[in-house]
C-alpha cells in the first residue's frame, strides 16, 4: 500500500510517497527524484514527475516507473535509465508488466491509446480514443460512423462486448453497466453475456455482489448475476450506521372517493390534477402526466411539465423548452429559450450566437413562418406581431407576412383595426394594412372602430375614418364609457358624447363613470348632481346633495344636510336623509348607523332590526354578518340571531356556508345558520359538494355536511380533485431497511 508522508530530509527534499519495495518519491522546488531505502538519491530531482499519469504510486516489474518532462511521459528504470523519450501524453499501469498509454497520432492533436510491456512492445495497437483498465479487461472507444462507439476488450484485444453502445462503465469485480444509443443500461458479465435487458436508466453496484439500478428515478437491488432483489420502487437507497441496507419510499396517495372507498394507489413525491382523471406526478427531478391507474400519458423523464392540455404539454429541461404529445412523442425539441402556446400554436425563440430566431408551429409542430423573426409578440384576430430588422408587422396563421414589416411599432388588432406608429406618429390601418387615420398624431384612444381620441403637437381632439378632425381643443381627452371625458389646465371636467355634442360644461371638480349604465354623477365646488348616459341634467347641483355614495336599482345613497337617505332618479326622497351613514340595498334590506351603532331597515323605511351592533355585511342569501364588541354573529331578514354572536370571527364561503373562529380554531356553520363542526380545526374548507376538508395538528381529514367524519384524519396531505370528484390521500414515506 502506498504512504503520503511529508517528511522532512537534511538534503532539503522531502518525501511525498512511499513505493513498494522500499522506493520513496522525492520532491524540492517542483522537481522530483527517487531516493531507495537507504535514502541514497537514484533518480535525480530533475524530472516534472515520478510516478503515473493517474496517481498511482507503483513499479512495473519491481523497477520500472514512469517519469514526466516538458509535460510528456516516458518509461525510466530505478537505476536512471530511461527506456523511452517522453513522448506520450498518459502512462497508466495496467498490471506488473504492462501499461496503458495514450500518444499523440501523427501530425494530429488526437490521442491514441494503446497497450505496451515493459520491454516496449506494442501488445494493443494504438488506435483507440480511449483505454480504461479494469481487472483483465479495459474499456475501449473507437469513433465510428463519425460517433464515439464503446466495447470491451481483453490484454490480447479479443473483443468482449461489441463496440456500438454510448457508454461502458466499470461497476463491480466481473460486471459491466452498458448504455445503449436510446440512453437505456443493461448489466453485462466479464464475459461478454448480457445478464439483463436495456430497461435501467442507471447501474452502480454497492459492493461486488449488490447493485443499485434506477427507471425514471425509482431505485431498487440487483445482484451481479442480473437478478432483481428488490423491485424499483425506493426514492434513495443507502447504507445506514449499522451497515444496513436502508430505502425511503416515495409518498403513498390513495385515491378515495368521499365514502373513503379505495380507487387506486400511487407512490410519487407529489401529484397534482391537471384534467379529468388526468395526473401530473413528480418523482425527484422527473416529471410525467399519467392516468388514475398510473398508465403513462408521458414518461417520467428529468424535465418540467410546465402546462398540460389536449394531451400536450410544454415541458422544460436544462432551461431548454419543447413540446410533447401523449406517451412522451416530441412533437417540438426541447431546444428553445423560451416556448408559449397561444391558441393553437407555439411561439418559440431560439438563440444563435447574438441573434434571435423566432418562429410560429401548428399542432402538428409544423413550422409556419417561411422567414426567420427577430422577434414575435402576441396573437389577436387571427394576426401576429412580427418584427424584422428592427420594423414591424403582421404574418397571419398561414405564416404570410400580409402586412410588411415597415412600422416602428404595431399593437394588436381589435375589431379590425391596429394602432401602428410610423416616424414616431400614430396612426390607425385595418386587417388588409390599409390606412383609416394617417399617421401625424402624437396619440390615438378608440372611441369605435370609425372614431379616435387623437393629441396633437397643437391640439387634440376627436377624428372620424370618413369625416376627419370633427372636433379640436385644448384640453385633455379620454373615454369614459360611452362618452368623452374632458379636462382643462385647471383640472376642471366636461363631458360630451361621441359625436362632439356637449352635455357639462368643462367646470366641474368630478365626473363619475357610467353607473348602471344608467348615470353620471358630478360635482360642483359644494354639490353633486346626476347626469343621464344621452346628456339630461337628471339632478341639478341646485339640490344642494352634499355627497352621492352610490348608485343601485334606481336608488341613490345621497348626503343632505349632514345625514344619509336615498333618491330616486326624479330628485324624491325614497328614504329620509336622517342616518349617519347608509349602505346599498341588498335583497331588500340596507343597513343604516344611528348614534354609532348599525342596524337594518326594509325598503318601506321599516327598521327591522334595531341599530344596536359595531359592524354589519349586506345581506345575502337571507343571511347577514353583525359584529358586536369585537365578537361576531349571523341574522336572518327578522333580526334573529341564527348564530349567536360570539364568534371571534366569521366569514361567508362561495358556498354559501360560514368559517367561525374560537379561541383560534375554527368550525363550520351551514348557510341556514346551523352549526355543523363546533371550532376545533386549525383549517376548514367547505367543498361545496357535501363534504368538507378539516386539518389539524398537520394531518387533514374530510366530514359530511352532516358533521359526520369520512375520510380519517391521519393524511399529510389531501386534495380534492373537482374534475375527477375523488380526494389524493398522501402519506409521507420514511426510511425503512430493506429486506433483501
Known amino acids: 500500500m502506498n504512504h503520503l508522508l511529508k517528511e522532512d530530509i537534511d538534503d532539503g527534499y522531502h518525501r511525498t510517497a512511499l513505493l513498494l519495495n522500499g522506493y520513496s518519491i522525492v520532491a524540492r522546488k517542483n522537481k522530483q527524484g527517487l531516493i531507495d531505502n537507504y535514502g541514497e538519491l537514484i533518480i535525480p530531482i ?16 519491481s523497477s520500472i516507473i514512469g517519469y514526466k518532462n516538458n509535460g510528456y511521459w516516458g518509461l525510466i528504470t530505478v537505476k536512471n535509465h530511461k527506456l523511452t523519450q517522453p513522448i506520450y501524453t498518459a502512462l497508466k499501469p495496467f498490471s506488473s508488466d504492462l501499461v496503458v498509454a495514450s500518444k499523440r497520432e501523427n501530425g494530429s492533436i488526437r490521442n491514441v491509446y494503446g497497450l505496451m510491456d515493459s520491454n516496449l512492445k506494442t501488445i494493443i495497437s494504438f488506435k483507440y480514443d480511449l483505454l480504461i483498465p479494469n481487472g483483465n479487461e479495459l474499456i475501449a472507444s473507437i469513433k465510428k460512423d463519425g460517433e464515439i462507439v464503446y466495447g470491451l476488450i481483453n490484454r490480447r484485444e479479443e473483443v468482449i462486448i461489441s463496440f456500438g453502445y454510448k457508454k461502458i462503465k466499470a461497476i463491480s469485480s466481473g460486471s459491466y453497466a452498458v448504455t445503449n444509443k436510446d440512453n437505456k443500461t443493461a448489466l453485462f458479465s466479464s464475459k461478454g453475456k448480457e445478464l439483463t435487458k436495456f430497461e435501467f436508466d442507471d447501474i452502480n453496484f454497492i459492493d461486488n455482489e449488490l447493485g443499485i439500478v434506477s427507471i425514471g428515478n425509482r431505485n431498487g437491488l440487483i445482484d451481479k448475476n442480473g437478478k432483481i432483489r428488490v423491485k424499483p420502487i425506493y426514492k434513495e437507497i443507502s447504507v445506514n450506521e449499522d451497515g444496513n441496507l436502508v430505502g425511503l419510499a416515495y409518498n403513498q396517495w390513495q385515491l378515495l372517493d368521499g365514502q373513503n372507498k379505495l380507487i387506486g394507489t400511487l407512490h410519487y413525491d407529489k401529484i397534482e390534477p391537471v384534467n379529468r382523471k388526468i395526473l401530473k406526478v413528480a418523482a425527484g427531478k422527473y416529471q410525467a402526466i399519467i392516468d388514475e391507474n398510473d398508465n403513462p400519458v408521458t414518461h417520467l423523464k428529468p424535465w418540467q411539465i410546465r402546462e398540460f392540455n389536449d394531451g400536450i404539454a410544454i415541458v422544460k429541461e436544462n432551461d431548454y423548452f419543447g413540446v410533447i404529445k401523449d406517451h412522451s412523442h416530441i412533437l417540438l425539441p426541447i431546444k428553445f429559450d423560451s416556448l408559449y402556446r397561444i391558441e393553437d400554436y ?65 399593437h394588436a388588432f ?232 360570539e364568534f371571534d370571527a366569521l366569514s361567508r364561503t362561495t358556498n354559501g356556508s360560514f368559517i367561525s373562529l374560537k379561541q383560534g380554531k375554527k368550525g363550520l356553520i351551514n348557510k341556514e345558520g346551523n352549526e355543523i363542526i363546533y371550532p376545533r380545526f386549525d383549517e376548514v374548507n367547505d367543498l361545496g359538494n357535501g363534504f368538507i376538508l378539516v386539518n389539524r395538528d398537520g394531518k387533514y381529514g374530510l366530514i359530511t355536511d352532516q358533521g359526520v367524519s369520512t375520510i380519517p384524519l391521519i393524511y399529510d396531505q389531501l386534495i380534492y380533485d373537482k374534475k375527477s370528484n375523488y380526494y389524493l390521500a398522501c402519506q409521507k414515506a420514511d426510511w425503512e431497511i430493506i429486506k433483501k
Open 46 to 61: 530533475s524530472y516534472q514527475g515520478i510516478g503515473w499519469s493517474d496517481g498511482q504510486n507503483r513499479l512495473l516489474k
Open 346 to 410: 407555439f411561439i418559440t425563440n431560439k438563440q444563435i450566437s447574438r441573434d434571435h430566431i423566432w418562429s410560429v408551429y401548428d399542432m402538428s409542430g409544423k413550422r409556419i413562418n417561411q422567414i426567420s423573426y427577430d422577434l414575435i409578440s402576441g396573437f389577436s384576430e387571427r394576426f401576429f406581431s412580427v418584427k424584422k430588422n428592427d420594423r414591424w408587422g403582421f404574418m397571419d396563421f398561414f405564416g404570410n407576412e400580409k402586412i410588411p414589416a415597415r412600422f416602428d411599432t404595431v
Open 414 to 645: 381589435t375589431n379590425g383595426r391596429a394602432k401602428v406608429i410610423l416616424k414616431g406618429l400614430e396612426g390607425i390601418i385595418n386587417n388588409q394594412g390599409k390606412w383609416i387615420i394617417q399617421p401625424r398624431y402624437e396619440n390615438l384612444e378608440m372611441v369605435d372602430p370609425d372614431l379616435y381620441i387623437f393629441e396633437g403637437q397643437f391640439f387634440n381632439g376627436l377624428v372620424h375614418k370618413d369625416d376627419g378632425e370633427i372636433y379640436h381643443t385644448d384640453h385633455k381627452l379620454t373615454l369614459l364609457n360611452s362618452n368623452i371625458l374632458e379636462k382643462n389646465i385647471d383640472g376642471k371636467f366636461g363631458l360630451f358624447d361621441r359625436n362632439g355634442i356637449r352635455l357639462l360644461k368643462t367646470e366641474y371638480q368630478y365626473i363619475s363613470e357610467l353607473l348602471d349604465n344608467k348615470v353620471h354623477i358630478f360635482q360642483d365646488e359644494n354639490y353633486f348632481g346626476i347626469l343621464n348616459k344621452i346628456g339630461g341634467i337628471l339632478i341639478g347641483a341646485d339640490k344642494e346633495i352634499q355627497d352621492i355614495k352610490s348608485f343601485k336599482d334606481d336608488l341613490l345613497i345621497i348626503k343632505a344636510s349632514g345625514k344619509y337617505g336615498f333618491m330616486d332618479l326624479e330628485g324624491r326622497i325614497r328614504i329620509a336623509n336622517r342616518y349617519d351613514d347608509i349602505h346599498e340595498f341588498s335583497e331588500g334590506m340596507a343597513g343604516i348607523k344611528l348614534l354609532g351603532k348599525w342596524g337594518y331597515l326594509n325598503k318601506d323605511e321599516e327598521i327591522v332590526v334595531q341599530p344596536k351592533y359595531d359592524k354589519i355585511e349586506a345581506y345575502l342569501n337571507g343571511t347577514a354578518i353583525v359584529s358586536k364588541k369585537g365578537k361576531y354573529g349571523l341574522l336572518d331578514k327578522s333580526g334573529n340571531e341564527l348564530a349567536k354572536v
